[in-house]
Nanobody, 131 residues
Framework: QVQLAESGGGSVEAGRSLTLSCLVS??????????YAWYRQGPGAECEIVAD???????????SVKGRFTISQTSSQDSVKTTIYLEMNEMKNDDTGTYYC???????????????????WGTGTQVTVSS
């Protein structure tokens, strides 16, 4: 059974930093594009990919966070559990939203997240950025 649990959300002032964590267990798929990702959904906005990282370490960033956010991963010695991090720097008001961790084999494009028809998702953690 694949399980994902996000943590680290909260309220932060614009320009400051915040780091999210996602503990993933049971995701044993190892295809070329198998990856972990962070998505977010802001108020009145569509679901947006923030960043993803393949098991081999290849990364992708959404245009709005390039140069500010960093995704990384660490795995337990037996590779049963993996923790995905999202370090967010120079935060902006537009970074406000619910952040979801996802594990799967392809990027998701859709109006709302999470969507259990496309990969495995956590329940989300709220991030609020204020001026």
């Amino acid at each position: 059974q694949v399980q994902l649990a996000e943590s680290g959300g909260g309220s932060v002032e614009a320009g400051r930093s915040l780091t999210l964590s996602c503990l993933v267990s049971g995701f044993t798929r190892d295809f070329y594009d198998s990856h972990y990702a962070w998505y977010r959904q802001g108020p009145g906005a569509e679901c947006e990919i923030v960043a993803d990282i393949t098991k081999s370490g290849r990364t992708y960033y959404g245009d709005s966070v390039k140069g500010r956010f960093t995704i990384s991963q660490t795995s337990s010695q037996d590779s049963v559990k993996t923790t995905i991090y999202l370090e967010m720097n120079e935060m902006k008001n537009d970074d406000t939203g619910t952040y979801y961790c996802k594990a799967g084999d392809s990027q998701y494009v859709g109006e709302t997240c999470p969507n259990s028809d496309f990969g495995y998702w956590g329940t989300g953690t709220q991030v609020t950025v204020s001026s």
